[in-house]
């Protein structure tokens, strides 16, 4: 399974930006699907994830301010993130758990801006 993750980019604090990440093939709604992101110097954490049926899982950090969907007809999960402050800053990486498999996209930049 491939993961291209697109949406990223810079904006200024309390901007928004919407994150897609595309799987090259069905991922099947009862797998999660999802983001963590990686800030410079922090350890990869996980942001929000969704299984078809079951309500989403998100951070605290992005409770109220981020909103993940997936389009399962089109291998696609999003994540909408409103009121961005400087913290959001990372690269945000997409993935799916297919079983026991992980798989990961290459990776996207936000940068915030004050």
């Avoid at 990372?90 to 297919?98: D, E, I, L, P, S």
Wanted: net charge positive; charged share 15%; glycine share 12%.
């Amino acid at each position: 399974v491939q993961l291209q993750a697109s949406g990223g980019g810079s904006v200024q604090a309390g901007g928004s930006l919407r994150l897609s990440c595309v799987a090259s093939q069905t991922i099947g709604g009862w797998n999660n699907m999802g983001w963590y992101r990686q800030a410079p110097g922090k350890q990869r954490e996980l942001v929000a994830t969704k299984r078809s049926g079951r309500d989403p899982i998100y951070a605290s950090f992005a409770q109220d301010r981020f909103t993940i969907s997936r389009d399962n007809a089109k291998n696609t999960v999003y994540l909408q993130m409103n009121s961005l402050n400087a913290e959001d800053a990372a690269v945000y990486y997409c993935y799916a758990k297919v079983g026991t498999d992980v798989f990961w996209g290459q990776g996207t930049q936000v940068t915030v801006s004050s």
